[in-house]
Nanobody, 119 residues
Framework: QVQLVESGGGLVQAGGSLRLSCAAS??????LGWYRQAPGKQRELVAA???????NYGDSVKGRFTISRDNSKSTVYLQMDSLKPEDTAVYYC???????????????WGQGTLVTVSS
């Protein structure tokens, strides 16, 4: 069974830090990442990382957030520093498995974890 289990959300003051974790099970995913959705806004990419360790960041978090993954644990982490009130959102873990000769494309979403940054 394919599943993503997120943890680490919560309330933090502006300028503070939080670390999100997402454990993937049931498959090996080429790309693990985080998206977020604030009230009234579209879901946007926060950061993603390939199985080889190449990261990609949304413009609004570059220099403040760091994504990493532990392939031995099938877990992706998002270290969030210098948090701002505008970072307040539900953060969703995302996993993508690219198609191969024997299997098709697979994309899975986590249930979401709320991050609230107070001013």
């Amino acid at each position: 069974q394919v599943q993503l289990v997120e943890s680490g959300g919560g309330l933090v003051q502006a300028g503070g830090s939080l670390r999100l974790s997402c454990a993937a099970s049931g498959n090996i995913f080429n790309i693990l990442g985080w998206y977020r959705q604030a009230p009234g806004k579209q879901r946007e990419l926060v950061a993603a990382i390939t199985i080889g360790g190449a990261p990609n960041y949304g413009d609004s978090v570059k220099g403040r957030f760091t994504i990493s993954r532990d392939n031995s644990k099938s877990t992706v982490y998002l270290q969030m520093d210098s948090l701002k009130p505008e970072d307040t959102a539900v953060y969703y873990c995302n996993a993508k498995k690219l198609p191969t000769m024997s299997s098709g494309y697979l994309e899975v979403w986590g249930q979401g974890t709320l991050v609230t940054v107070s001013s």
